[in-house]
């Protein structure tokens, strides 16, 4: 039998011809922590049942890359469909929801089914035995005529309706003792390796609480971010109002000629919202001297302060508008990060002393002159650029640190009304994939890079983790800080990316990194049936990245 010289997680190995990735992964369990996942060769991902067939060094990863994480969310999925199947029978549906920090929401739409401790008991013991007898999960690729065929039997209507739009002839289900399921990406080999997750009650539903990336041996803490959850309930209706839940219905509005309406509807529902956002703050006017909005990359902060600036001067308060921006620390004093480079995303980056003491006396009523930041020269400026609060007027700004009280720690709270944007996707797949906010907000970064700032899919991908550590870091933990929520994700949004996000991705070359994201994006925006965005409004928050807007964005 021949051999091949392989490198394997740095260490040159002879592999025999015919050899799994999942063979050749035990021999690496100790470098991993947990079980390995998923294989990567050449800037592909590999499932470990498949056999290696080239001498290209071969990388493993468990649950502490993003890649394995993915992995193991979907095979823990695929427990909790199982044993929902197994308990209840298969018209009994399970609908996974969304992510909340980490963990998974997941509810059961059956009448006389109550979501008690009773129940989660009894789905854990089903979801631990399947663990114990380390099954493994089949792959089977079949004809579409047949995979639809399958999943009408198994009551999966939802996926029979989504692979209806799927333009390839053959279709990968997995298996488990009988259930055939569809999941978007690669699952694992066998489900000995999921054997750390808890479920717990959660709102209308539960949680499936998953490992942590940092810390693999323990899962997530069950936190309960009140005011976020509010605002996934709040989407999950519009959802219902709309008549869309999936990717599915969405590709249906447009097959039936209905798209523009969606959009109406939707654009409708953010209008109706930014006015009960720009009333709060009005029914506080006497005590509020400034609005602070805060979100993360592509979450479309510019354009949501221009409107919400449009609705509270139709209530009759002028707005003036700051940039936090222009409170940078001359370049010189930039902090620097642990690898020593500028750490321009630092609260510590912004001149907190000079922006409280500006603050404090435009409060007061004194006339204050505003510094311009110069990035080419990477030093503050004054341009003659001058506030003084009237009566019924009010300050707004922007910027990634609006909710941390370091920033305005010498204002007192009375004075400040907090907002948090973000695009939170309600909208899924089907009832078992779901669409992640991060891969919504990068397609959405990807595009307005592309568009207004000259730089390729790939530059924007490489850059991605990065931002995503600096919102981690100095945005999220601070969201339940907010005085109203505003999520900027439109239900259609993703079918009018499509036809400007795929030629971005399309063009990143295989040998690069990013291609691994790259394609798993491809196959993630295959789902969806291209839209035009003509009927979508000028002053819409996705006209911030496709272009058109009638703001300064």
Same mark, same amino acid.
């Given at each position: +039998?021949e051999? *091949?010289?392989?490198?394997? +997680?740095?260490?040159?190995?002879?592999?025999?011809?015919?050899?799994t990735?999942?063979?050749?992964?035990?021999?690496?369990?100790?470098?991993?922590?947990?079980?390995?996942?998923?294989?990567?060769?050449?800037?592909?991902?590999k $499932?470990?049942?498949?056999?290696?067939?080239e001498?290209?060094?071969?990388?493993?990863?468990?649950?502490?890359?993003?890649?394995? +994480?993915?992995?193991?969310?979907?095979g823990?999925?695929?427990?909790? !469909?199982?044993? &929902?199947?197994?308990?209840?029978?298969?018209? =009994?549906?399970?609908?996974?929801?969304?992510?909340?920090?980490?963990?998974?929401?997941?509810?059961i739409?059956?009448?006389r089914?109550?979501?008690?401790?009773?129940?989660?008991?009894?789905?854990?013991?089903?979801?631990?035995?399947? !663990?114990?007898?380390?099954?493994?999960? !089949?792959?089977?690729?079949?004809?579409?005529?047949? =995979?639809?065929?399958?999943?009408?039997?198994?009551?999966? #209507?939802?996926?029979?309706?989504?692979?209806?739009?799927?333009?390839?002839?053959?279709?990968?289900?997995?298996? @488990?003792?009988?259930?055939?399921?569809?999941?978007?990406?690669? +699952?694992?080999?066998?489900?000995?390796?999921?054997?750390?997750?808890?479920?717990?009650?959660?709102?209308?539903? /539960?949680l499936i609480?998953?490992?942590?990336?940092?810390?693999?041996?323990?899962?997530?803490?069950? /936190?309960?971010?009140?005011?976020?959850?509010? &605002?996934f *309930?709040e989407?999950?209706?519009?959802?219902?109002?709309?008549?869309?839940?999936?990717?599915?219905?969405?590709?249906?509005?447009?097959?039936?000629? $209905?798209?523009?309406?969606?959009?109406?509807?939707?654009?409708?529902?953010?209008?109706?919202?930014?006015?009960?956002?720009?009333?709060?703050?009005?029914?506080?006017?006497?005590?509020?001297? *400034?609005?602070?909005?805060?979100?993360?990359?592509?979450?479309?902060?510019?354009?949501?302060?221009?409107?919400?600036?449009?609705? #509270?001067?139709?209530?009759?308060?002028?707005?003036?508008?700051?940039?936090?921006?222009?409170?940078?620390?001359?370049?010189?004093?930039?902090?620097?990060?642990?690898?020593?480079?500028?750490?321009?995303?630092?609260?510590?980056?912004?001149?907190?002393?000079?922006?409280?003491?500006?603050?404090?006396?435009?409060?007061?009523?004194?006339?204050?002159?505003?510094?311009? /930041?110069?990035? &080419?020269?990477?030093?503050?400026?004054?341009?003659?650029?001058?506030?003084?609060?009237?009566?019924?007027?009010?300050?707004?700004?922007?910027?990634?640190?609006?909710?941390?009280?370091?920033?305005?720690?010498? @204002?007192?709270?009375?004075?400040?009304?907090?907002?948090?944007?973000?695009?939170?996707?309600?909208?899924?797949?089907?009832?078992?994939?779901?669409?992640?906010?991060?891969?919504?907000?990068?397609?959405r970064?990807?595009?307005?890079?592309?568009? /207004?700032?000259?730089?390729?899919?790939?530059?924007?991908?490489?850059?991605?983790?990065?931002?995503?550590?600096?919102?981690?870091?100095?945005?999220?933990?601070?969201?339940?800080? =907010?005085?109203?929520?505003?999520?900027?994700?439109?239900?259609?949004?993703?079918?009018?990316?499509?036809?400007?996000?795929?030629?971005?991705?399309?063009?990143?070359?295989?040998?690069?990194?990013?291609?691994?994201?790259?394609?798993?994006?491809?196959?993630?925006?295959?789902?969806?049936?291209?839209?035009?965005? @003509?009927?979508?409004?000028?002053?819409?928050?996705?006209?911030?990245?496709?272009?058109?807007?009638?703001?300064?964005?």
């Amino acid at each position: +039998m021949e051999q *091949m010289q392989i490198n394997v +997680m740095g260490k040159d190995v002879l592999v025999k011809e015919g050899t799994t990735f999942g063979e050749l992964a035990k021999d690496f369990r100790e470098e991993c922590v947990g079980g390995i996942m998923v294989a990567k060769q050449e800037n592909r991902l590999k $499932e470990l049942h498949n056999v290696i067939h080239e001498d290209i060094p071969i990388s493993f990863f468990d649950i502490t890359h993003e890649e394995g +994480m993915r992995v193991y969310q979907r095979g823990v999925s695929f427990l909790l !469909v199982k044993a &929902v199947w197994d308990l209840f029978g298969k018209d =009994a549906s399970l609908i996974i929801e969304h992510s909340l920090k980490g963990n998974l929401y997941c509810e059961i739409a059956k009448p006389r089914i109550t979501v008690d401790e009773d129940l989660l008991r009894k789905l854990k013991e089903k979801m631990d035995g399947y !663990v114990k007898a380390d099954l493994p999960l !089949v792959k089977h690729t079949c004809r579409k005529d047949k =995979a639809l065929d399958i999943m009408k039997k198994q009551c999966m #209507l939802d996926k029979a309706e989504l692979l209806r739009f799927r333009r390839a002839s053959n279709v990968n289900l997995y298996e @488990i003792e009988g259930l055939f399921d569809y999941f978007y990406g690669y +699952m694992p080999l066998s489900t000995g390796t999921l054997n750390l997750f808890e479920l717990m009650l959660y709102e209308n539903g /539960f949680l499936i609480l998953l490992p942590q990336a940092k810390n693999p041996l323990n899962i997530h803490p069950p /936190f309960h971010l009140q005011k976020i959850s509010g &605002v996934f *309930m709040e989407q999950m209706k519009w959802c219902q109002l709309m008549g869309v839940a999936n990717v599915a219905d969405l590709n249906n509005t447009l097959v039936r000629g $209905e798209f523009g309406e969606l959009i109406r509807i939707n654009e409708a529902l953010h209008e109706k919202k930014i006015a009960q956002i720009a009333d709060q703050v009005y029914h506080k006017i006497d005590q509020v001297k *400034m609005v602070l909005i805060a979100g993360p990359s592509s979450s479309g902060k510019t354009s949501f302060a221009n409107r919400l600036c449009i609705q #509270l001067r139709a209530l009759g308060v002028r707005p003036h508008k700051i940039s936090l921006d222009d409170y940078f620390v001359n370049r010189e004093f930039t902090p620097v990060d642990e690898l020593g480079n500028k750490n321009f995303e630092s609260i510590d980056a912004l001149d907190l002393k000079q922006l409280n003491e500006d603050l404090k006396n435009i409060i007061a009523g004194d006339r204050v002159e505003i510094p311009s /930041f110069n990035f &080419v020269t990477g030093t503050r400026e004054h341009k003659g650029t001058y506030i003084q609060l009237d009566k019924d007027e009010i300050l707004v700004i922007e910027g990634i640190h609006g909710l941390n009280n370091k920033l305005t720690s010498e @204002i007192p709270d009375e004075n400040k009304f907090k907002i948090f944007i973000n695009a939170i996707t309600q909208l899924n797949i089907d009832d078992h994939n779901r669409i992640s906010t991060s891969d919504s907000r990068l397609i959405r970064r990807m595009v307005r890079d592309n568009q /207004f700032r000259g730089r390729d899919g790939a530059a924007t991908i490489e850059s991605w983790n990065m931002v995503k550590k600096g919102e981690e870091e100095n945005i999220f933990p601070y969201q339940e800080n =907010a005085d109203a929520i505003f999520n900027s994700a439109t239900i259609y949004e993703l079918s009018v990316l499509k036809q400007y996000a795929e030629p971005l991705l399309f063009a990143i070359d295989p040998s690069k990194p990013e291609y691994i994201t790259a394609k798993r994006l491809i196959k993630f925006l295959g789902y969806f049936l291209a839209a035009p965005g @003509i009927e979508i409004p000028n002053n819409s928050l996705i006209k911030e990245f496709v272009g058109g807007s009638c703001f300064k964005v």
